[in-house]
């Protein structure tokens, strides 16, 4: 079974910071997903990663596939990009996504 | 396509009783996903269908939880004998294949009092 560690749990900064959100896991992968959850439940994908790197608007998310690794960086962050940003992989002999704990974001103005 | 829906939002109901959620993916889809998430907590996997079939249970998915997805379109998760062990958001996920993104819906809170 994969575990999955996301580091830091909680996580407040300026409005404009660089904000980077760590994942760990413990076994080979076919794919990592950031998602993104806002209070009330509703959860947006917002990649799907096997290597090398991605990058949408002001999101970009890395990859370490040797390393068990991946990043997920928001540049000039807003308070707008608050919410629980979470990991989740799949692989490891299982089909469903194992998900790690989330990381918890505020953006202070 | 106004993506994955979920039914009802919110289900209240007493220890003992039985409760069915709906989920109603994307239409051209054929992954369905089921997940469970309480309090803090990242969501954990329960179950999931390729079209009608039901491929892979998580251990966490008791004999009083069952899950249909009879002509490979909605699905219906239902819990029977609900114990309050059993409150939590039940999520459920669309894909178009194993390896795409997946598209969640907005979930149902269960709370068992």
């Known amino acids: 079974k994969n575990e999955v560690e996301q580091s830091p749990q909680n996580l407040t900064a300026q409005e404009g910071e660089f904000i980077t959100i760590n994942c760990s896991y413990s076994v080979g992968i076919s794919a990592l997903h950031w998602l993104q959850q806002h209070p009330g439940g509703g959860i947006v994908s917002l990649f799907m990663l096997s290597s090398g790197k991605k990058k949408h608007g002001r999101l970009i998310a890395t990859i370490n596939i040797q390393e068990k690794h991946s990043s997920l960086h928001i540049t000039a962050s807003h308070p707008r990009d608050s919410a629980v940003y979470i990991c989740?992989?799949?692989?490891?002999?299982?089909?469903?996504?194992?998900f790690g704990k989330g990381t918890h974001l505020i953006i202070q103005p | 396509d106004t993506g994955v829906s979920q039914n009802p939002r919110h289900k209240i109901t007493k220890r003992g009783q039985n409760v069915t959620f709906r989920c109603d993916p994307i239409?051209?889809?054929?992954?369905l996903y089921w997940y469970r998430q309480t309090l803090g907590q990242g969501p954990e996997f329960l179950t999931y269908?390729?079209?009608?079939?039901?491929?892979?249970k998580s251990r966490l998915l008791s004999d009083r939880f069952s899950a249909e997805r009879p002509k490979g379109s909605f699905s219906t998760l239902e819990i029977q004998r609900t114990e309050q062990g059993d409150s939590a958001m039940y999520l459920c996920a669309s894909s178009s294949g194993g390896k795409e993104k997946l598209f969640f819906g907005s979930g149902t809170q269960l709370s068992v009092l």
């Open positions: 269908f390729q079209n009608e079939a039901q491929l892979e």
């Open positions: 239409s051209e889809h054929n992954r």
């Open positions: 989740a992989v799949r692989g490891g002999g299982a089909d469903g996504l194992t």
